[in-house]
């Protein structure tokens, strides 16, 4: 099934070449049917390059899917033209009287800060909080998931003595849970990130249930009692070659920077990277926009329940 996007977004032709079925906003105007209503807000400095990995796996289901994408008002990215972002994204002030079934927060490079010196913190959290009365269900991911964990539960991030960078196992905890229907008991998932979230901090909120870790990367997916929240601390979105394009970037920059583990055979980053994550990353997605989404939320928008509290 299709998943419309804006008219014109160059992602479009990207996943048309891969047989991903892209919707235009004129046919899908003529279409008997709600698609479910999916805002994305892009945080990622590589708006278009993100764009694409979300919408592959938003895409990936039987599900007609409606795409809004979002960008901060209060901080101007630096790394897409300004024509650009006014062609396809909105600001959460523009969303902000409108409601939709599902909402995705991607990761952003500002882990190393205090989640009040990040430019946009004051907005994301009116963002965060409207989300609770106007979303059925959020995604948060990477740095996103901490800044969620931290917003709704006071759950600190933790500085990592190195970056946690490559491709780790990660075990099922709980297999009777909707999110983890048809995982493998051991999975793959990419990591990129400087800090972590302490699992032990996580199991002490009631609201919380710990679906995957990994003794090496730590927490990997929570979510809440509801399913209206849930948080990814690593990125199963990624593409082939998104860890290769980091590592090289930063080596060239002389940062340090180690060979991302599990990621090359052997270690050799003269070899092609081995993709182990796919399959499991598309059901995720999959699994969140079926029994988290489509079956719950209400067919009338603004019949959509508020959250309960934070703790």
């Known amino acids: 099934m299709p998943i419309k996007i804006p008219d014109g977004l160059p992602a479009g032709d990207l996943l048309a070449q891969e047989n991903i079925f892209i919707m235009p906003q004129q ?8 698609p479910l209503r999916i805002a994305i807000l892009n945080l990622m400095p590589t708006k278009q390059t993100t764009e694409t990995q979300i919408l592959r796996l938003l895409a990936n289901t039987p599900l007609q ?3 809004t994408l979002l960008r901060t008002g209060s901080y101007q990215s630096q790394n897409i033209s300004q024509d650009y972002l006014d062609s396809f994204y909105r600001t959460f002030d523009e969303v902000k009287d409108e ?3 599902g909402l995705v927060i991607t990761g952003a ?4 800060l205090d989640f009040q010196d990040v430019h946009y913190w004051d907005e994301l959290v009116r963002l965060m909080d409207w989300a609770d009365h106007n979303v059925f269900s959020s995604l948060y991911i990477c740095w996103a998931a901490q800044a969620g964990l931290y917003h709704f539960y006071g759950v600190e991030k933790h500085p990592l003595p190195k970056k946690m960078f490559g491709i780790f196992p990660h075990v099922v905890l709980d297999r009777s849970h909707k999110l983890l229907r048809g995982f493998d008991e051991q999975f793959m998932a990419p990591h990129s990130r400087h800090t ?9 909120i009631r609201d919380l249930d710990i679906l995957a870790t990994s003794q090496e990367a730590g927490l990997y997916l929570a979510a809440s009692r509801d399913g209206r ?16 394009l980091e590592y090289r970037r930063d080596k060239a920059a002389g940062k340090p920077i180690e060979i991302p583990k599990n990621y090359y055979p052997n270690d050799d980053d003269t070899l092609q990277p081995m993709i182990t994550w796919r399959a499991h990353g598309a059901l995720l997605f999959s699994n969140w926009l ?9 067919y009338d928008l ?6 309960h509290a934070k703790e």
């Not at 046919?27 to 709600?34: S, T």
């Not at 972590?196 to 002490?204: H, P």
């Not at 079926?290 to 209400?298: A, I, L, R, S």
């Open 65 to 67: 899917v409606e795409v």
């Open 99 to 101: 409601h939709f079934d």
């Open 109 to 112: 490079p500002v882990e190393n």
């Open 27 to 34: 046919r899908a105007a003529q279409q008997d049917i709600r």
């Open 196 to 204: 972590t979230i302490l699992v032990s901090d996580a199991a002490k």
């Open 229 to 244: 929240r849930v948080f990814v601390t690593g990125h199963s979105e990624y593409d082939a070659k998104t860890l290769e």
């Open 290 to 298: 079926n029994y988290f989404v489509y079956q719950e939320t209400p």
């Open 302 to 307: 603004s019949a959509i329940p508020a959250q």
